[in-house]
């Protein structure tokens, strides 16, 4: 079965301060990778998107930055965090394959989320 | 570029009752995916039902329903017989066919359900 890992849960760092976010899928390949934020009682926020290693794409620009060193491994960084990127950050992935009575088809399954507290 | 409008940031049910939330989309496409995601104050992300747009029947899954318009671009999501553990946030999602597409979010609508 499939499941997705994201570390940490919980993060507090200084104004200023580097950051990295990690997050690791299992039983697939070739995933496609997301990094989402969601500001408090808000929607998500396309961040990055990846298709493979190496291709990132960016939605936003902003303070961070994302890579993808393995196929199904995502980073989220940043060399200095700003007070604005306090937020929650969700990884996702997503493929296309045959799921059953579904059919050939496409689903996303989300990581637990970090809650980042930058002071 | 693919945008999803949620009009309803709040909503409020009573349980047992029908709730219906609404999403809009835009895009150019032909084929192309549409989901309701449901967010629980534990803040995980939960697939609630999913929409092939070359598929004319709408989706179903248990309580949940949909009512996919796509000449409108609309799609909205039925619940029937509303129960407590149904308050949370609900996504509506979009994203073109073809398996290496990102995924875009509406804003979101707070469904509270009162007893």
């Known amino acids: 079965s499939q499941t997705i890992h994201q570390w940490p849960a919980t993060l507090v760092q200084p104004v200023g301060s580097p950051l990295s976010l990690e997050c690791t899928v299992e039983?697939?390949?070739?995933?496609?990778l997301y990094w989402y934020r969601q500001a408090a009682g808000r929607g998500l926020q396309l961040l990055f998107y990846s298709v493979g290693i190496g291709q990132i794409s960016s939605e936003v620009p902003q303070n961070l930055s994302a890579s993808r060193p393995q196929d199904r491994q995502f980073i989220l960084s940043s060399k200095k965090l700003l007070l604005s990127d306090s937020g929650f950050y969700l990884c996702?992935?997503?493929?296309?394959?045959?799921?059953?009575?579904?059919?050939?088809?496409?689903?996303?399954?989300f990581g637990q989320g970090t809650r980042l507290t930058v002071v | 570029a693919q945008t999803v409008t949620q009009s309803q940031p709040e909503m409020s049910v009573q349980e047992a009752e029908t709730v219906t939330l609404s999403c809009t989309y835009d895009t150019s496409e032909n084929n192309y995916y549409l989901f309701w995601y449901k967010q629980p104050p534990s803040r995980q992300m939960i697939l609630v039902i999913r929409?092939?747009?070359?598929?004319?029947q709408n989706a179903t899954e248990n309580r949940f329903s949909v009512n996919f318009q796509k000449a409108a671009k609309s799609f909205s999501l039925k619940i029937s017989d509303s129960q407590l553990g149904d308050t949370a946030m609900y996504f509506c999602a979009f994203m073109k066919q073809g398996g290496s597409e990102k995924l875009v979010f509406g804003k979101g609508t707070k469904l509270t359900v009162n007893p």
């Open positions: 039983g697939t390949s070739n995933p496609n």
């Open positions: 929409q092939e747009a070359y598929k004319q």
């Open positions: 996702a992935w997503s493929d296309y394959r045959d799921r059953g009575e579904a059919g050939m088809n496409t689903e996303a399954f």
